[in-house]
């Protein structure tokens, strides 16, 4: 965030004026239940603030010939704009280029893999350190401690909506019944603090599961109809069908158990399954 840092000692002091705040930068990532992506994103800075650091950071007119270029759709707020964009699955995301979903850490990134009754995904995303920012060698200690108390009012934050509840997420800012988690990311714009973003969840195939479920049963109907029969005709010809649906009994039970058991038991994703970007933009 170059505008956090181009803030000079003067325009630091007018945002400690402000009562609303003085800064807002908002990254929002939607997942819906079918796998798309909207990515949003919310800048915006008072304009007696922004006046003041235009010379030296990039202004929000250049940020938003950014995004557009990226294929945003751009919409003029009052002190800022927002910027959104749909993604028709992870994958696409991910492809796009996006930096804080292509970490160059080992072992960071997004990982995914498709299943029958539902797909997994884990984010294990990070905004490294930044080792100018927390020896702040160029900023004077007037400006270091005004910056400390933007922190009061300003507004940065990663925010990820999940369709269904999170298995696992180091976000400590946690609603929606764990569908919506937030981390705060002022520490590393304003003192290059490290900020790990980690979640784990499943999006189910109801469609799928339904149908398991459906013919299981049918199945197992059949096969208890196979061993009333045999019961029924055990003094002529109920043995074959005592024995068929016996033996359908058991298989269909195994496998049961079988499924039962994938389908509470998550995969475990490793370096195979991260996505990986093929195309730079």
């Known amino acids: 965030m170059k505008l956090i840092k181009a803030m000079s000692t003067m325009a630091l002091g007018a945002c400690l004026l402000l009562v609303s705040g003085c800064f807002t930068a908002e990254i929002g990532t939607t997942i819906r239940q079918d796998?798309?992506?909207?990515?949003?994103?919310?800048?915006?800075?008072?304009?007696?603030?922004?006046?003041?650091?235009r010379e030296k950071g990039k202004?929000?007119?250049?940020?938003?010939?950014?995004?557009?270029?990226?294929?945003?759709?751009?919409?003029?707020?009052?002190?800022?704009?927002?910027?959104?964009?749909?993604?028709?699955?992870?994958?696409?995301?991910?492809?796009?280029?996006?930096?804080?979903?292509?970490?160059?850490?080992?072992?960071?990134?997004?990982?995914?893999?498709?299943?029958?009754?539902?797909?997994?995904?884990s984010f294990d995303l990070i905004l490294p350190e930044d080792a100018n920012k927390k020896d702040n060698k160029n900023t004077d200690f007037e400006s270091k401690?005004?910056?400390?108390?933007?922190?009061?009012?300003?507004?940065?934050?990663?925010?990820?909506?999940l369709p269904e509840p999170t298995l696992r997420t180091n976000s400590t800012d946690v609603s929606n019944q764990n569908r919506t988690l937030r981390w705060n990311l002022l520490d590393n714009f304003i003192d290059g603090e490290e900020i790990q973003i980690q979640a784990d969840f499943l999006i189910h195939h109801d469609?799928?599961?339904?149908?398991?479920?459906?013919?299981?049963?049918?199945?197992?109907?059949?096969?208890?109809?196979?061993?009333?029969?045999?019961?029924?005709?055990?003094?002529?010809?109920?043995?074959?069908?005592?024995?068929?649906?016996?033996?359908?009994?058991?298989?269909?039970?195994?496998?049961?158990a079988m499924l039962y058991h994938n389908y509470t038991h998550p995969p475990t994703l490793t370096e195979a399954?991260?996505?990986?970007?093929?195309?730079?933009?």
């Open 35 to 53: 796998g798309a992506v909207h990515q949003h994103v919310e800048m915006g800075m008072d304009p007696s603030v922004a006046a003041l650091v």
């Open 59 to 121: 202004s929000f007119d250049e940020q938003r010939a950014d995004f557009s270029k990226r294929g945003f759709t751009i919409t003029n707020t009052e002190n800022g704009f927002t910027a959104d964009k749909e993604y028709p699955n992870i994958q696409s995301l991910v492809g796009s280029g996006i930096k804080l979903f292509n970490p160059t850490e080992d072992g960071k990134g997004v990982k995914y893999r498709k299943g029958f009754f539902y797909d997994t995904y």
């Open 145 to 161: 401690a005004m910056a400390k108390k933007i922190l009061e009012s300003a507004e940065s934050n990663y925010t990820l909506n």
């Open 207 to 256: 469609k799928n599961i339904k149908l398991v479920q459906y013919l299981g049963a049918i199945l197992f109907i059949g096969a208890l109809g196979l061993v009333g029969i045999g019961i029924y005709r055990r003094h002529i010809d109920g043995k074959k069908f005592l024995l068929v649906g016996g033996i359908a009994c058991i298989v269909l039970t195994i496998t049961g």
């Open 273 to 281: 399954d991260r996505i990986v970007l093929t195309d730079t933009k």
